[in-house]
């Protein structure tokens, strides 16, 4: 199983209507993320979350919500979807004492198309 | 204009040469630089990682990076069909966590054989 899981991994929705991307992590990080990717542009932070507790805004966050139910549970909603919140969504989770190296660990992914 | 650019490609190479990918970047803080490569249907993978300027090589691949031109890249060696796949540079300063870190837009490469 992977160690990062995103559910659903495709879904397809219509304008207006509220959408949630789940995320869940066996690598008992902290630390998580939700990310998005468009074609020119590369991933774009939404909301990060260090712990239970701690929730952030990201640089797009405008449009989105999160949750996070459990240290290995964060969830992406979009209250009402507009087309332009057509991407591919990630979640990641990274370990606070890896330092340097920049790991990330990304799931497989949600691709979300608004109608 | 973005703070880390990179060209989207498509690169194409023929099995066996030597590719170069690379980034500019404007932002004189950074200091950690990473390569991602990611498959397609899948999430970013850490290819490698290097901290302010100098060389840093791993099988047949090597990062470089040039602070004092604000540019670094990745060379393949002796590139395969399994190195097909978008490749994407990230930095950050050497101060905050992961959410400083700042994607480029990804290059695209196609290896045939």
């Known amino acids: 199983d992977a160690d990062v899981t995103q559910t659903p991994r495709n879904r397809i929705t219509k304008t207006g209507k509220r959408i949630m991307l789940e995320c869940s992590q066996t690598?008992?990080?902290?630390?998580m993320y939700w990310y998005r990717q468009d074609p020119g542009l590369g991933l774009q932070l939404i909301y990060y979350?260090?712990?239970?507790?701690?929730?952030n805004k990201g640089e797009i966050s405008d449009g989105y919500s999160v949750s996070r139910q459990a240290q290995a549970k964060f969830s992406l909603s979009l209250e009402s979807a507009i087309p332009n919140q057509t991407a591919l969504y990630f979640c990641?989770?990274?370990?606070?004492?890896?330092?340097?190296?920049?790991?990330?660990?990304f799931g497989e992914g949600s691709r979300l198309t608004v109608l | 204009q973005k703070e880390v650019e990179q060209d989207p490609g498509p690169l194409s190479v023929p099995e066996g040469a030597i590719v170069s990918l690379n980034c500019t970047y404007s932002?004189?803080?950074?200091?950690?630089f990473m390569w991602y490569r990611q498959y397609s249907r899948k999430g970013p993978e850490l290819l490698m990682y290097?901290?302010?300027?100098g060389n840093k090589e791993d099988g047949r691949f090597t990062a470089q990076v040039d602070k004092s031109s604000k540019y670094i890249s990745l060379f393949i060696r002796d590139s395969q069909p399994s190195d097909s796949a978008t490749y994407l540079c990230?930095?950050?300063?050497?101060?905050?966590?992961?959410?400083?870190?700042?994607f480029g837009a990804g290059t695209r490469l196609a290896v045939h054989p």
């Open positions: 990641a989770t990274s370990d606070a004492g890896a330092g340097r190296t920049g790991e990330l660990f």
């Open positions: 690598k008992g990080h902290d630390r």
């Open positions: 979350s260090f712990d239970v507790k701690d929730i």
């Open positions: 932002n004189s803080a950074f200091q950690y």
């Open positions: 290097t901290y302010s300027s």
């Open positions: 990230a930095m950050r300063p050497f101060s905050g966590g992961y959410n400083k870190l700042i």
